[in-house]
């Protein structure tokens, strides 16, 4: 069963870092990958999706990088601001099914 | 403007009293899901649909009913609520094929209380 792990569970940065999120999935045999933004309260926003033959997307001042072999997910967030803060989710479907499993997200809060 | 809407955003209700969250896109896309969002245990699917007439079980289908008559729609059925279903809920949809098959989209949520 496949299982989506996100580290650190909250972060807290000064405006301007550049940081990573993490993400690592139990079951490599992967359809695609998908990060989110989800504030408050809120739905979740699309940030980048990343299909299992790619390596890396990037959007902006964020990138995702995919290892399929090594079950794992990065997202990295150059140049830090206040209204980065949010939580940020990974969300993995598999090969085998058409399910979508997420991780518990990284409570981000970038501190002018 | 490509959407997914949810109604109502908000319900209060009692034990035991039937309801329908209703769930719409315009994207024309073919896959359509619901989920709960609880502390703690993160997003988890309820159903999903990959067309019309055909929907399936997530991992926490219990106590929830689906149908899909319509490409656009998806309502959320809980004939029976219980206090433990008091969630928040999102709907999503997305395309099932191409380059952007299954980038999720979803609603802005419904938050459900069960007294």
């Known amino acids: 069963k496949q299982e989506v792990t996100q580290i650190p569970a909250a972060l807290s940065v000064p405006e301007g870092e550049n940081l990573v999120l993490n993400c690592s999935f139990t079951?490599?045999?992967?359809?695609?990958l998908q990060w989110f933004r989800q504030d408050p309260g809120k739905g979740l926003t699309s940030l980048l999706l990343?299909?299992?033959?790619?390596r890396e997307q990037t959007s902006g001042r964020l990138n995702a990088s995919l290892d399929k072999s090594s079950g794992r997910s990065t997202l990295y967030i150059a140049a830090s601001q206040p209204g980065d803060s949010a939580t940020y989710l990974c969300?993995?479907?598999?090969?085998?099914?058409?399910?979508?499993?997420f991780g518990t997200g990284t409570r981000l809060q970038v501190f002018p | 403007e490509a959407q997914v809407t949810q109604n109502p955003r908000y319900l209060i209700t009692v034990t035991g009293k039937k309801l329908t969250v209703t769930c719409s896109q315009n994207?024309?896309?073919?896959?359509m899901s619901w989920y709960r969002q609880d502390p703690g245990l993160g997003l988890r699917q309820i159903y999903y649909?990959?067309?019309?007439?055909?929907?399936d079980k997530g991992d926490v289908p219990e106590g929830y009913k689906v149908s899909r008559k319509e490409k656009r729609n998806f309502p959320l059925i809980l004939e029976s609520p219980s206090p433990n279903q008091t969630s928040l809920y999102f709907c999503?949809?997305?395309?099932?094929?191409?380059?952007?098959?299954?980038?999720?989209?979803f609603g802005p949520g419904t938050r459900l209380t069960v007294t």
């Open positions: 999503a949809s997305s395309l099932s094929e191409g380059e952007s098959s299954y980038e999720q989209y």
């Open positions: 079951d490599s045999a992967i359809y695609n």
């Open positions: 990343i299909q299992s033959s790619q």
């Open positions: 969300a993995v479907r598999s090969d085998n099914t058409d399910k979508l499993i």
């Open positions: 994207m024309n896309h073919e896959y």
């Open positions: 649909s990959m067309n019309v007439e055909v929907t």
